[in-house]
């Protein structure tokens, strides 16, 4: 098995996980955002500033969740990001995308 897929099975593992916590041990719900990219939606997103080429979610590698508390859409919580980093996961928060949930892969978050 390639490096790759026992990375991607590790991060679908962790994203389970992730979810679970959110869902049992917050006060937060979520709803899936963006999860497996084309290189061609990575290349437009790229080309308007708003991802790279080289994104995470090409790899399979990224999650983007979408997080609400009493029914309202809001950001990102902090406390859930550091929970993720905890479990060896890379968050968006600390580089300006806080929806971002990934598994560091060759450099890349
Ligand atoms: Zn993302």
Redesign the pocket.
Known sequence: MSELVEAQQKFSGMLGLLLVHIAKETEYRVTL??SWRTPEQAAANAAKGI?ILN?L?CERL???LNFFLGGKLVAPPAEIGEWWEQQGGAW?GRFG?P??F?LAFGGRK
């Open positions: 955002g963006e991802g994104s979610h990224a999650q983007d968006g995308d929806p971002h990934s």
